[in-house]
């Protein structure tokens, strides 16, 4: 390396000049080696290894006195320290944002999820250049770095192998990705992603289904192990980013029932035992009270047995779930630690990206899919549903896709009140944080209570690292880090306090913290309500400052329980009014930017109207795949059948719990079509399919081009029709949050279960291609009300997921 | 028989012990005659898919008088592929009332078997209707009840009745 100092500050790092001297031939010609060498991170610079747990809450973890055993978040606090005052966003992608550019999300785009990229700078959801990533600038500095698990930084309609890959993991700094790029996935079914290519749905061996957080640490340990093999030198920067705990709630028997009978008392009883064992456990202060809880959400001594059964099952998968998480990053510290790293390794574990879902709404579901699409079901409909899809037991299995009610997410959130999506208290954005790094740390086993942002890892990471700030990436200045560095917290638990102050919005939930005191004010809507008659109300005519305003004076209220408001209406005013500065400054502005296309301002009608797949195709992603949603499309494919017929799938997108399918069985075209699970269709030619070049169609005829339309199947071969059947209503938004599409087979869940033992089903003729025609001839009007909802619908996704 | 109609009820339930709760509260409104009933039937899949037909109340006959060996009712809505795998399948035979008879003629075992997934319970009776509100009362715990009406219990009328009742469970 050259001798004089590497300047960090503009990256990447130019090569050093030629030391050496160049002759006509290498008689006489001096060489340098430092032009063949690469940039190094500075001496001493650790590993990091960053883990990012999914949709939990502050009291889940019994770290922080939660209700779900966590070992190895306790060793790791034990030999380091527990943050007890650190925060997220309240929602998944802006929180992710934040803790990789180490700016505020709405800054970097990410008001919302990716899966909206609406029309304002702050809700993009396109990470800007001029704000790099922290494993970019690592992977500038030297560093090797890899990402594993949920991404969720990628626009849904980027997804695909025309990407631009841009903003996929491998784009943003990060040397290898293995993972999912949406924002959830079955934990059995997952749709994997690697680097830049999809490249399927794994398969379970030994009589046992696949399980993504097993393979996510092997997938980690591989990695590290791999790169030591060739380089024994080199820190490393593990992103490790799992499922867990997001729907599908997922997870083997042998560790839910762990937890049979251990919630039968109920969510409200949880909530007291986590508060006192927090408090025993001193995660709380003393004299910090257990909020109240609102009364959008049930008592647990309202509930019915069968309920109280229900519901507690419910929270025993969850916990299941969660403690196989910790045991699989376990595992990933255990090889860490084998490979004699461990304390050389700055290991920053968070517990949650906001705080436990309320998504399952009140009963909780057996498809998370139908609260995103707007279906309300009664708890009656709720218990119909899951009998009929394979009964309580089935819950946590491969063949459901459950979410659990949101009083247990309340209890997960204990001792605040709310949770996920709401930014303006901290069950939405305090999250629990470990921190180990033995060269730092003098007293393992430490509480912190420093006021800590997810905007803040990233620079104390590049301080921990030796590795300053960069004003250039690219040629482009940089927008200063949002952050501050907590690294001298680590060796002193009296390190000053630099996050003074901090905005927080989503979904139009919004606080502002200055100095210990937090204004919050919740937009008037229940967290799980985002149909469009519950959204007009913050429309035309909408003044945000008169939405309630609650204060509270933190380092006298941890919880967030007593409300000042009235006894300091001027400090509500100042900071209402620092609320609206920081929004300007950082992009929040307009609020419910995020949803805009439900106040009328959708994105332009899609040009693309006919697919063409050639041949055989697979996983293709969910956000790329047709949208054949409201309105009349036609699929048609063109088979060269064999004598002595055909079958098998010939398109099948998504599963049984919402998904639709073209196949042949037993000589038959078929078409099925299950809307959410909740209803299903089938289809059957009344002959079979001749040989030959054989061309077969399905057309619906919508009623209506509009949400949840029901229409007329027709099923067509070589022309003639063959058979059909009427559809009463269909999928309005999206059939899955994670599933894909194949041509030529049926991948991962199927969407018919007939042929589940014959998954994946491959087609025994040739497929020459297959055509979804979505251009239904629709009037500009209609195309419009289409578009609209179409941009509705993942503007309502995104909020949730 | 009487000649009053009977209404054949289904009962579904997500949580096996609470299925017995109400199984036991309807028996016991038969034995104290308050209902008068052809028989009611429990019938529990564990988690492991396996059939346990756990009660039978078809001993206690109508009106409360006891009749037959304790399992017609049973053995008489449950065709033989599902009563092989009850504790009682072995039992067949001359157990089996008239009355029952008539229901193996009807053949719905085989459709309940498969309508319960694993851990779940189905009860199944078959009563005057002039009990209708009682009994639905004490099947609180059902998370789904259907009905159907027959004007006799003969093989034919129950088949058409419990599938007419079955399909009251759908959607």
């Known amino acids: 390396m050259p001798a004089e100092p590497i300047d960090r500050t503009v990256l990447p790092i130019r090569r050093p000049p030629f030391g050496g001297a160049v002759k006509r031939t290498l008689a006489g010609s001096v060489p340098d080696w430092n032009q063949a060498m690469h940039v190094q991170p500075p001496e001493g610079a650790p590993n990091v290894l960053l883990v990012l747990v999914d949709d939990a809450g502050f009291g889940n973890p019994s770290t922080f006195g939660g209700a779900i055993s966590t070992p190895n978040y306790t060793r790791m606090a034990n030999d380091g320290l527990r ?86 993991p491998t784009g943003l700094g990060f040397d290898y990705f293995w993972g999912f790029l949406g924002g959830e996935a079955g934990q059995y079914d997952p749709l994997i992603t690697e680097n830049q290519k999809t490249i399927g749905v794994p398969s379970g061996s030994d009589d046992k289904p696949y399980y993504f957080p097993d393979d996510m640490a092997d997938k980690t340990i591989e990695w590290l192990h791999r790169i030591r093999s060739q380089d024994s030198q080199t820190p490393w920067f593990a992103y490790v980013a799992t499922g867990c705990s997001h729907a599908p709630h997922h997870v083997p028997r042998e560790w839910s029932d762990k937890y049979r009978g251990r919630f039968d008392e109920g969510w409200d009883v949880m909530r007291e035992q986590t508060f006192a064992r927090q408090k025993e456990l001193g995660v709380v202060p003393t004299g910090t009270e257990l909020t109240d809880r609102d009364e959008a959400f049930e008592s647990w001594d309202s509930l019915d047995e069968t309920n109280r059964r229900l519901y507690a099952r419910q929270m025993e998968i969850y916990a299941g779930y969660s403690e196989n998480c910790d045991w699989n990053i376990g595992r990933i510290i255990d ?58 037991e089935a819950w946590g299995g491969e063949l459901m896709e459950p979410h659990y009610s949101c ?62 700030h960069p004003t250039q990436v690219d040629g482009i200045e940089q927008e200063p880090l949002h952050g501050f560095t907590f690294a001298d917290s680590l060796s002193s638990a009296s390190a000053p306090e630099r996050h003074t102050q901090q905005y927080f919005e989503a979904v139009g939930n919004r606080a502002m913290y200055k100095d210990g005191w937090w204004l919050a004010q ?75 296309s439900f106040y009328g301002i ?117 022309g003639k029709r063959v058979g059909g059947g009427r559809m009463e209503n269909t999928v309005p938004a999206r059939f899955s949050g994670y599933a894909g599409m194949d041509i030529g087979c049926d991948n991962g869940l199927v969407v018919h279960r007939s042929y589940a033992d014959k998954a994946p089903f491959r087609f025994t003729g040739t497929i020459k291609h297959v055509v979804f025609d979505i251009d239904p001839d629709l009037s500009e009007a209609d195309a419009q009300t289409l578009n609209e909802h179409a941009a509705q619908a993942l503007a309502a996704h995104g909020a949730n997921a | 028989m009487s000649d009053e109609t009977l209404d054949v009820l289904i009962a579904v339930y997500l949580i096996p012990d609470l299925a017995k709760e109400d199984f036991d509260a309807l028996v016991k409104l038969i034995e104290d005659k308050t209902v008068a009933s052809d028989g009611v039937v429990l019938v529990h899949k564990d988690a492991d898919g396996v059939v346990h037909v756990s009660e039978t109340g078809d001993h206690l006959g109508r009106k409360g008088v006891k009749v037959g060996g304790g399992v017609g009712l049973v053995l008489g809505l449950f065709a033989p592929p599902l009563l092989a795998a009850t504790a009682v399948g072995g039992a067949v035979g001359g157990l089996v009332g ?50 159907a009406q027959i004007d006799n219990a003969s093989a034919e009328e129950l088949k058409a009745g419990l599938e007419q009742a079955g399909s009251g469970l759908a959607g």
């Open chain 2, 98 to 147: 008239k009355f029952a008879r008539k229901r193996v003629a009807a053949g719905i075992g085989d459709k309940m078997d498969d309508a319960l997934p694993p851990g779940s319970a189905g009860l199944i009776s078959v009563y005057d209707h002039a009990n209708a509100d009682i009994v639905d009362k004490t099947l609180a715990n059902a998370i789904r009840t259907s009905t």
């Open chain 1, 335 to 392: 090889a860490v630690e084998a490979m004699g790293e461990l304390d050389n390794t700055v290991v920053i574990w968070i517990w949650g990206d906001n705080g436990a879902s309320m998504e399952g709404t009140l009963t909780g579901t057996f498809n998370e899919m139908t609260t995103l699409n707007g279906i309300p079901l009664t708890a009656e409909q709720q218990m119909g549903l899951i009998f009929k899809h394979g009964g309580l």
């Open chain 1, 83 to 168: 943050y007890n005052r650190f925060h997220v966003t309240a929602v998944c992608s802006p929180t992710r944002a934040a803790l990789l550019t180490g700016r505020n999300q709405h800054r970097v785009g990410y008001g919302l999820v990716s899966e909206f990229s609406g029309p304002f700078p702050g809700y993009n959801a396109t990470i800007p250049r001029d704000c790099a990533t922290l494993p970019r600038i690592l992977q500038e500095n030297g560093y090797m770095t890899g990402a594993f698990g949920k991404w969720h930084l990628t626009p849904d309609n980027q997804q695909g192998a025309a990407g631009p890959f841009n903003r996929w």
């Open chain 1, 407 to 468: 009083g247990w997410a309340l209890a997960s959130n204990t001792p605040f009140q709310w949770g996920k999506q709401v930014a303006s208290h901290l069950g939405g954005t305090r999250n629990p944080m470990v921190v180990r790094y033995p060269t730092a740390v003098t007293d393992p086993g430490g509480l912190r209570s420093h006021f800590t942002h997810v905007i803040d890892i990233a620079p104390t990471v590049l301080e921990l690292a030796g590795i300053p």
């Open chain 1, 602 to 718: 959708v994105p332009p009608i899609p040009n693309e109207s006919k697919f063409t797949y050639r041949g055989p195709m697979e996983n293709i992603a969910a956000g790329v795949i047709p949208h054949i949603y409201n309105h009349s499309y036609t699929i048609s494919a063109d088979l060269i059948v064999p004598e002595g017929g055909a079958e098998g799938v010939i398109v099948a997108a998504f599963d049984h719990l919402g998904g639709f399918g073209l196949f042949v069985q037993d000589g038959k075209l078929i078409h099925h079509y299950s809307m959410l699970g909740v209803l299903e269709y089938t289809q059957e030619s009344d002959r079979p399919l001749p040989s030959g070049d054989v061309t077969v169609e399905m057309v619906f005829a919508a009623d209506a081009p509009k949400p949840a339309t029901g229409g007329e199947v027709t099923l067509l071969v070589n």
């Open chain 1, 522 to 596: 919740r937009i008037p809507r229940i967290p799980w309500q985002l149909d469009p008659e519950v959204l007009r109300k913050f429309g035309a005519g909408w003044d945000p400052d008169t939405d309630p305003a609650e204060l509270y004076y933190l380092p006298d209220d941890f919880s967030q329980a007593n409300d000042l408001a009235d006894q300091y209406p001027e400090k509500v005013a100042e900071l209402q009014a620092l609320f609206w500065e920081e929004a300007e400054r950082y992009n929040v502005l307009p609020l419910l930017g995020g949803l805009s």
